[in-house]
């Protein structure tokens, strides 16, 4: 299996790196070779190798460190900087992951002819499961990615591959980059080492520093087809033909979180139970108990996932820090600063978990009302929510296209304001009252 079998829907994305994975690979081949053939000059005495400018014109010309999208324009197709954007659920990682991956094959095939990204090898192997050792990739739970851990990627980055063909970093959550992060990630994408690739992950090109999207080039993902994902459900985790074609459609294309809602019944309740909040705004106090009741939701989500990792992550550390056996055992000296930066991290991972899943729900509602809005506007697309028919026809006959746009507004205010750091619970009702104002 390819390592792209995972990119569903990403034909001419697919095609791009494939092609670029070629020109990488021969690049190092090249550079390998010269490389054994100076070793065996050096050690039998053999030959004179070239000094000077006749050295520099053997040797493999480098990369550009940006180029065009188009590789026909450019004398490569490889570069060292890439930027992948496209909608949430498009596969930005899933795309980076696997060029990772082909960068770092060692299928005997290649030398026939075969693409690199066998998915087979142990490069290929290593770096998807996230174990090779010149593969770093890079996510976040936190709410944004400071200028510590970037100065630390920056001074990776300026290593040589230990054991891989390609020194390779991919940040998936460049967007989370503050304007600090972003200035000290610049140089070194704008003046990379020779044999590193940086690999960006955004939803758009305006989620990056505009001095950094100039310097890489750029793929944009489309929202893969609901068929499309349905089939991947099926291929590689199993789920059942009606029930991965339900998920997809629900999620509308989104590949992960229909595998979550396919495999997961606690997400599929959730999600029916947000998908009722439109027939529960008749009245104020309706509005305001839904909006409760959504926001205790997220929260409690946000404290399920801290039950079981903050409880790790503690033990963990306070048994590197030294600390005496037991729960609750004394700390060595001067470590009480360490476990306080611990706390501090899980709690922002606590409240972006909070936000992540209102976002969701939030995702779900706009959902719904786009499929109001086909059925007043007797579109033919196709309904995503079928389960909830019922209720659709029931709000699309009393209501207007106009409330119906009016409530999305309503639901994407409430995304920017949760953004903005605005208090969830003040969010969620403002937004409750304007679905039921229409």
Not at 343 to 349: D, M, N, V
Request: hydrophobic share 40%; with cysteine.
């Amino acid at each position: 299996m390819a390592v792209w079998d995972d990119l569903v829907g990403q034909d001419r994305v697919t095609e791009t790196l494939t092609a670029a994975a070629r020109d990488a690979d021969a690049y190092v081949t090249a550079a390998e070779a010269a490389g054994a053939e100076e070793r065996a000059d050096h050690r039998f005495g053999t030959g004179s190798r070239p000094t000077g400018a006749a050295a520099e014109a053997e040797a493999p010309a480098p990369f550009p460190a940006s180029g065009p999208p188009d590789g026909d324009r450019s004398t490569s197709r490889m570069t060292h900087a890439w930027l992948f954007t496209g909608p949430p659920g498009s596969g930005r990682s899933t795309a980076a992951r696997a060029f990772a991956a082909a960068l770092q094959c060692v299928s005997p095939d290649r030398a026939l002819g075969a693409a690199p990204g066998c998915g087979f090898c142990d490069g290929c192997h290593t770096a998807l499961i996230g174990t090779h050792a010149d593969v770093e990739i890079v996510r976040t739970d936190l709410l944004s990615i400071g200028v510590k851990e970037t100065r630390e990627l920056v001074r990776r980055a300026q290593l040589s591959p230990s054991a891989g063909r390609w020194q390779v970093i991919v940040l998936e959550d460049a967007d989370r980059l503050t304007e600090g992060s972003g200035n000290v990630l610049l140089k070194a994408v704008e003046e990379p080492a020779p044999r590193t690739v940086w690999l960006l992950c955004a939803p758009s090109v305006e989620d990056v520093l505009p001095t950094i999207r100039s310097r890489c080039r750029h793929l944009t993902l489309r929202t893969p087809p609901v068929d499309a994902v349905a089939d991947l459900l099926m291929r590689r985790d199993g789920i059942e033909p009606e029930l991965a074609h339900a998920a997809a459609r629900a999620t509308q294309g989104h590949i992960g979180r229909a595998r979550r809602l396919a495999t997961d019944e606690r997400a599929r309740s959730r999600r029916a139970a947000v998908l009722k909040l439109p027939l529960r705004v008749d009245d104020i106090g309706g509005c305001l108990k839904a909006a409760q009741e959504l926001v205790d939701a997220a929260a409690e989500d946000a404290k399920q996932v801290a039950e079981e990792v903050d409880t790790k992550e503690t033990e963990e550390l306070r048994a590197a820090l030294g600390a005496a056996a037991g729960p609750g055992g004394r700390l060595p000296r001067g470590t009480a600063g360490v476990m306080k930066d611990l706390e501090k991290r899980q709690k922002t991972r606590g409240t972006r978990t909070q936000r992540d899943t209102l976002d969701l729900a939030l995702t779900d509602l706009t959902g719904f009302y786009r499929d109001v809005l086909a059925l007043q506007f007797g579109s033919p697309v196709a309904i995503a929510n079928t389960e909830q028919r019922d209720a659709l026809e029931r709000i699309a006959r009393g209501s207007t296209p106009e409330r119906t746009l009016r409530r999305i507004e309503a639901i994407l205010a409430c995304r920017r304001a949760l953004d903005r750091n605005v208090a969830p619970l003040l969010a969620v009702e403002a937004m409750t009252l304007a679905l039921r104002a229409g």
